[in-house]
């Protein structure tokens, strides 16, 4: 079973920036797909981004293309996610999640998922 913490979150006035961070631990999670989700204040948790097991394809919901950018680094068991000129309406907490199957090529919403994180909290602070 694999382990996920995620960090970075915080108070961001809008138009500002933050780097999210997840790390794993214990099963390796550099073979599997990895993604980042969000639950806004009295919403349904929704995806946000993935990325492949090897970081070569992203992909991303249409409200956050061209502002976020997810990455990953599997020397140091890491995925990120940049957000940039954040909006009042992308305050939320966001988890990371593990795609449930190894090799996984899809990309999108309905990604299975094999374990999550706790989350950290992104709160506009305008």
């Known amino acids: 079973q694999v382990q996920l913490v995620e960090s970075g979150g915080g108070l961001v006035q809008a138009g500002g920036s933050l780097r999210l961070s997840c790390a794993a631990s214990?099963?390796?999670?550099?073979?599997?797909?990895t993604a980042w989700f969000r639950q806004a204040p009295g919403k349904e948790r929704e995806f946000v981004a993935a990325?492949?097991?090897?970081?070569?394809?992203?992909g991303y919901a249409d409200s956050v293309r061209g502002r976020f950018t997810i990455s990953r680094d599997n020397a140091k068991n890491t995925v990120y996610l940049q957000t940039n000129s954040l909006k009042p309406e992308d305050t939320a907490v966001y988890y990371c999640?593990?795609?449930?199957?190894?090799?996984?090529?899809?990309?999108?919403?309905?990604?299975?998922?094999?374990?999550w994180g706790q989350g950290t909290k992104v709160t506009d602070s305008s």
């Open positions: 990325i492949s097991w090897n970081g070569g394809s992203t």
């Open positions: 999640a593990a795609s449930a199957y190894s090799g996984s090529l899809y990309l999108g919403p309905s990604i299975p998922i094999g374990a």
């Open positions: 214990g099963r390796t999670f550099s073979n599997n797909a």
